[in-house]
C-alpha cells in the first residue's frame, strides 16, 4: 500500500542552524501538508501546498518556514535559523483531493522528530 | 477561533473490555469530523470521517458517533486489544475553510493484558 515517506526519522541540530526535512508524498497526491507536534501537545497545522504554491499557512509558519517541491517526487520543509522551541515532532502528509470534502483524506508520514540545542 | 476538546485525556482499561472517548468541537461552519489513531512516535491514520448529515459509522470494531447539534462525537471501541494502544485524536474540518485541520489534543489509551 502506498504511504509518505519522511527523512530523517531523526534531525538534531543547534539553534541557529538550518533544517531542511524531506518528505515524499504519495505518487498520485496533489496536495501536500506540514503539521507539527510539540512533545505532549496536539498536532498543529503549518502550511498547505499546491500546483507548487502554498495555499494556506498557519500563524506558527512564520517567515523562517519555507516549503518547496522541488522535483516531481520530494516534498521539503525548511526552518531557516532554529530556535529552541522548534523542537518537536514534524509530519508530512499528502491528499488526492483538496478542500473540506468528504473525500478529502490525508495521509501521514511517520514524522521527523527535531531537536534543537 | 475553533477549537477541539477531548476527554478523559487518558484511560487505562483491560483487554477485551469496550470503552468511549468524547470530543467536543467549537468549529464553524462545521464540515466533517475524524477519528484518527496514532502509535507511539508515528504518524495518525485515519479511522473514520463523517459530515454533519452522518450519526453513526463504523470501521471494524470502532464505532464513531456525531452529533452535530450538540457538537459532540464520540469513539466506541469494542472488545479491545493490545494493539489498540494509542492516542485516539478528535480532527474536526471547517467548510469553506482551507485545507488545515483543527486537532483535539487526544486521548491516551492502554489497554492491559
Known amino acids: 500500500e502506498p504511504e509518505v515517506t519522511q527523512t530523517p526519522s531523526h534531525q538534531v541540530t543547534q539553534m541557529g542552524q538550518e533544517v531542511i526535512l524531506r518528505c515524499v508524498p504519495i505518487?498520485?497526491?496533489?496536495?501536500f501538508y506540514w503539521y507539527r507536534q510539540i512533545l505532549g501537545q496536539k498536532v498543529e497545522f503549518l502550511v498547505s501546498?499546491?500546483?507548487?504554491?502554498?495555499?494556506?499557512k498557519s500563524e506558527i509558519f512564520d517567515d523562517q518556514f519555507s516549503v518547496e517541491r522541488p522535483d516531481g517526487s520530494n516534498f521539503t520543509l525548511k526552518i531557516r535559523s532554529t530556535k529552541l522551541e522548534d523542537s518537536a515532532m514534524y509530519f508530512c502528509?499528502?491528499?488526492?483531493?483538496?478542500?473540506?470534502?468528504?473525500?478529502?483524506?490525508?495521509?501521514f508520514g511517520p514524522g521527523t522528530r527535531l531537536t534543537v540545542t | 477561533k475553533n477549537q477541539v476538546e477531548q476527554s478523559p485525556q487518558s484511560l487505562i482499561i483491560l483487554e477485551g473490555k469496550n470503552c468511549t472517548l468524547q470530543?467536543?468541537?467549537?468549529?464553524?461552519?462545521?464540515?466533517?469530523l475524524r477519528w484518527y489513531k496514532q502509535d507511539t512516535g508515528r504518524g495518525p491514520v485515519s479511522l473514520t470521517i463523517?459530515?454533519?448529515?452522518?450519526n453513526t459509522k463504523s470501521n471494524g470494531r470502532y464505532t464513531a458517533t456525531l452529533d452535530a447539534d450538540t457538537k459532540q462525537s464520540s469513539l466506541h471501541i469494542t472488545a479491545s486489544q493490545l494493539s489498540d494502544s494509542a492516542s485516539y485524536i478528535c480532527?474536526?474540518?471547517?467548510?469553506?475553510?482551507?485545507?488545515?485541520?483543527?486537532f483535539g489534543k487526544g486521548t491516551h489509551l492502554i489497554i492491559q493484558p
Open positions: 502528509a499528502s491528499s488526492e483531493f483538496g478542500g473540506t470534502g468528504i473525500f478529502y483524506e490525508q495521509y
Open positions: 505518487s498520485n497526491h496533489l496536495y
Open positions: 501546498f499546491y500546483n507548487n504554491e502554498i495555499s494556506e
Open positions: 470530543c467536543n468541537y467549537t468549529v464553524s461552519p462545521f464540515s466533517n
Open positions: 463523517m459530515t454533519f448529515s452522518e
Open positions: 480532527v474536526v474540518s471547517a467548510e469553506f475553510s482551507a485545507d488545515g485541520l483543527t
